[in-house]
């Protein structure tokens, strides 16, 4: 059956989709208002190939040492939960979880959390390191021993001199690491395609998404094209660390949720901005 046009308002529209984890989602979020997706993956998440002080970490955990513990992403909530289950102290780990006080840099691990059963005692307005930043010095930190989960690529130094400034045990773990996903032959297509205008618009959920973008530039001599590519397309970012990574890149955000970074917010703003 033909699709109604007004139920098509990005009908004709060519959307370059760089996600991975949820490719399959946001590609028939934007099909089914009548975009056309050029899939290209560009990071996929995996588990970090040594566990060894992830198990470490989870065995503090299980046994009650941390006071608190700072979450900066869902993804990181559920690596930890799966690993937690990998070694036979889910039940623990989440009883030590529920005494804890947990703090999340944004919506997604309170998301997460609550898919356990666990709510969030202190959430960072602006999902950023310097959103959590902002949330010590109303907390009672001296004396206490801090968990943090860390995502790849973070900087943990401001947040660990804060901590310790503050008084605290600072002991991070990285649950899981970024690999490149599409080759990068697919990618530079990708790049010569916006660079040629033939791309409405690119969609990014993720920071490192960007970063893999121009180190493939620069790997196979693209940089002028990925220039041009993101100056001819429009450019749209789930929230303001993507955003941020764009304008590092060289890019320019046009398209943005206010609040709620998550796909269903974006497509709502990517209607609002180019649909028809």
């Known amino acids: 059956m033909e699709r109604n046009v007004s139920q098509s308002p990005l009908r004709d529209t060519r959307v370059v989709v760089p996600e991975s984890r949820e490719l399959d989602l946001f590609t028939s ?28 970490w989870i065995g503090r955990l299980s046994q009650g040492q941390y006071d608190s513990i700072i979450f900066y ?15 036979g102290m889910k039940a623990a780990a989440l009883g030590a979880l529920a005494k804890a006080r947990k703090i999340a840099r944004g919506p ?6 609550r898919k ?8 960072a307005e602006q999902p ?3 959103g959590v930043l902002a949330l010590l010095p109303a907390l009672p930190l001296g004396g206490t021993r801090i968990g943090v989960q860390l995502y790849p690529e973070a900087d943990d130094t401001a947040l660990r001199t804060a901590l310790e400034a503050a008084g605290a ?19 530079a297509l990708v790049i010569q395609e916006m660079a040629a205008g033939r791309v409405d618009l690119i969609a990014f ?17 693209l940089t002028a094209e990925l220039a041009r590519a993101l100056e ?3 450019i749209a970012a789930v929230g303001p660390l993507t955003a941020d990574a764009v304008n590092q890149a060289g890019g320019q955000t046009a398209i943005q949720p206010s609040n709620n970074f998550h796909l269903k917010p974006l497509v709502a703003e990517i209607v609002r901005t180019l649909g028809s």
Request: overall charge negative; hydrophobic content about 40%; proline content about 6%.
């Open 29 to 56: 979020m934007l099909e089914r208002l009548g975009a056309r997706v050029v899939r290209c993956p560009l990071i996929v998440v995996r588990d970090v190939p040594d566990t060894t002080e992830l198990d470490a």
């Open 73 to 87: 992403t869902g993804e990181g909530v559920t690596r930890i939960c799966a690993a937690a289950d990998r070694l």
């Open 108 to 113: 997604k691990p309170v998301a997460a959390l």
């Open 116 to 123: 356990l059963g666990l709510g969030v005692d202190v959430v």
């Open 128 to 130: 950023t390191t310097e």
């Open 169 to 187: 045990a600072f002991d991070p773990v990285l649950p899981y690491q970024y690999i490149s996903d599409e080759a990068d032959e697919r990618v």
């Open 205 to 221: 959920t993720s920071s490192p998404q960007v970063r893999r973008l121009t180190d493939v530039a620069q790997r196979l001599g």
């Open 232 to 234: 001819t397309t429009k």
